[in-house]
């Protein structure tokens, strides 16, 4: 297996864009990594696009747009997973030797649907008897708060930390930031759930370069490394489900760890599914960077701020940036590879060398998750 590096990033800002379809996100997104990596059509070899709700082959009407016409393309769906996937294929790609320049990019439309949860597929038990996912996650925070002794605050926490994050980050859906009150007095979600525990539906897209050492070097762009890329789906069973461990995290992420050769401990900073505030708490346990039960403290000691042991959603995460959820993993590398090649500006991570990214999801009977990608990223 050959190394892999991201040698290109571009977000398309995420927000409401009630005019723009997916497939124009995307092209706005890839045609930015196009013009601040300076590659050229022909030299792509291949294409990966990941959405959710973005309709079928948006990949191929994204790339035709921007010359990329000929080479395999694949359009791919993997629930919140869905763009991460995308570079996971594209990073397949350049370590088997088959490419040495790949696109992979995320995009994803939300407003199309007016507003609400977002809609999920009947033929499932769960969610034809109503599961949603602030259902779902409502339940992990109370099973959470009632077994580790946290409370309501430590939620409210995540939410004021990230929203401060992502105050000072132009790709991200809000910024401004709230106070504990703000959070508060919110209107209610699902209980202990406030809506602003709960990420916005967004509207938005990015786009990375992934390819060979060879090519990174000739491009002459910053590039890092990733060091692993690691894609699982849930395990079915229909027994007891331990609402406070998502296992799916945890055997991702303990995938991806003996790739890289690195543990927790060497990790600067962290992109995680914070897609509600209790997720933080949950998916901080299962990467390993805090015992289980015990995250809640993490984060009041500010171990989890910028300046902290490990930051956790430096760029606002899901709760501040927004989750057009196709877009969402791809967007996370984004971040990480400003943060690793210094162009993070106001959110930069003093000293950042090791970023992880994590994203999860997909509500299926059976499993805890249908699908999560971790990646580890390294400066070269």
């Not at 805890?368 to 580890?376: L, Q, T």
Request: with cysteine.
């Amino acid at each position: 297996m050959r190394p892999v590096f991201v040698a290109g990033a571009a977000v398309h800002p995420f927000g409401k864009h009630r005019e723009l379809s997916a497939a124009e996100l995307g092209y706005r997104a890839v045609q930015d990594l196009f013009a601040s990596t300076g590659i050229s059509p022909e030299q792509v070899d291949c294409g990966f696009g990941g959405s959710v709700y973005g309709g079928s082959l948006l990949a191929q009407r994204v790339l035709q747009r921007v010359g990329v016409s000929g080479p395999p393309v694949y359009t791919v769906e993997n629930a919140c997973a869905s763009g991460a996937s995308a570079a996971h294929l594209g990073w397949q790609a350049i370590a088997s030797g088959s490419a040495d320049c790949v696109i992979a990019f995320g995009a994803e439309n939300l407003s199309a649907f007016g507003g609400g949860t977002l809609p999920l597929t009947t033929a499932d038990i769960e969610i034809g008897q109503g599961m949603v996912m602030p259902a779902a996650y409502a339940m992990r925070a109370q099973r959470y708060l009632h077994d580790f002794g946290a409370t309501v605050d430590d939620l409210t926490r995540v939410s004021v930390k990230n929203r401060r994050n992502g105050a000072a980050n132009p790709r991200a859906h809000f910024h401004k930031e709230v106070t504990p009150e703000d959070v508060q007095q919110s209107r209610p979600v699902a209980d202990p759930l406030q809506l602003l525990h709960c990420c916005p539906n967004s509207d938005g897209a990015a786009a990375v370069l992934l390819c060979s050492e060879e090519f990174a070097k000739n491009l002459g762009t910053a590039y890092v490394r990733m060091r692993a890329s690691v894609v699982r789906s849930g395990r079915f069973h229909t027994s007891f489900r331990d609402m406070t461990w998502p296992d799916i995290t945890e055997r991702a992420a303990r995938v991806a760890y003996e790739m890289a050769g690195l543990r927790p401990s060497d990790l600067d900073l962290v992109e995680l599914h914070d897609a509600f505030s209790v997720a933080e708490l949950l998916h901080s346990e299962a990467l390993g960077i805090a015992e289980r039960g015990q995250a809640f403290k993490a984060l009041a000691a500010g171990e989890f701020d910028r300046g902290g042991r490990v930051a956790v959603s430096p760029s606002g995460g899901l709760l501040s940036r927004g989750h057009p959820v196709g877009a969402t993993g791809a967007t996370q590398i984004c971040e990480a590879y400003l943060q690793l090649t210094g162009q993070a500006a106001d959110l930069q991570v003093p000293g950042a060398e090791v970023a992880l990214t994590h994203v999860t999801g997909g509500g299926i009977f059976g499993v805890d998750n249908g699908a999560c990608a971790v990646h580890i990223l390294t400066m070269n």
